[in-house]
C-alpha cells in the first residue's frame, strides 16, 4: 500500500515526482495481471491511500476500472475518508528540531513557501537569522569552521539522456524538436549565381511533417513563387549576406503558411552559391 507520504524527507520535487510514477506504473501491472509477485483475485480489497497528484487522475482512473474488472474492491479519495498524510506536524516538527539541536538549520523539500514557513518555525524557537537559512535549488551552502557562506548558483534538475549522450541535448534543441513535432519541416533549397545574385537553381521545397506534398502541390508552388519574387525585389548587396537571405526566406515563408493553414513549420532554408 503506498500513500503520499511514502517518501522521505530530504529529496527533491522531481524524485517524488518519480515516486510517485513508479507507484502508478507498478499498481497498473498489478491491475493488468502482468506483476511477477502480487495478482487480484476476485474478492480482494484494495486501498489506494494517496490523494490525485494533478495531472495523474486519468492514469489513476485508468488503473482502478482495471482492478474493478479483476474483481476488486476498491476503496480511494473519492469513496472513503481513507488518505493519511505522511508529513510531520508542526509540533512534530518543533519536536525533532528540539531533540536535534542542530548549529545550523536549512528546510529541505517542499515549494518555497513550505521552506519559509519551516525556517520561521526554527527562529521561533531560537535559532538565529544567520542559522536558519532558506536556499533555493542550485545554491551551493558551504558550512565550515570559519561559518557558511553561498555561493554562485549552478545549473540542476533533469538531465536528458539521448542515446550515449548524457546532459549533451540544451534547451535550443529540445526546443527545436517540440517544434518539429508540433509543426513539422520545409526545408529550402536554393542555388545562386555568385557574382550577379541570379537563381541557378531551385528553389526546391520538400517537407516532413508539413503537408502532403502531393496534396498541396499549389500551396508549394506559391512558396517557390514568393521566394523568387522576393530574390527578385532585394538588390544584389542583400543577397550578398547568405545570413540575411535566410532571415527573408524564413519570414516570406512564414507570413505564408500562417496565412494560408495556420501553420508553423521549422523553415531550414539551405544556400549555395555557384
Known sequence: MIGNGDVVKGIGDHDIEL???QAVQRGARIAMDDHKKISIDPGDTVILSSKFIPGNERAITHLINHLYRRGADVHYETTSEIHVSGHASQSELETVLNLVRPE???PV???YRHLVKHAQLARSLGWSDQRALVISNGTPLVLSANGHRLESQVDTGRVFIDGKGVGDVGEMELRDRRHLANHGLVIVF???NRASGTIVSGPEIITRGFVPEEDSEELLQ???????EMLDEHSREAISDQEELRVEVRKTLRRLFNKTIDRRPLILPVIMEL
Open 19 to 21: 515516486l510517485i510514477l
Open 104 to 106: 545550523y538549520f536549512v
Open 222 to 228: 506559391n512558396a517557390r513563387q514568393l521566394v523568387c
Open 109 to 111: 523539500h517542499g515549494e
Open 190 to 192: 536554393l542555388a545562386l
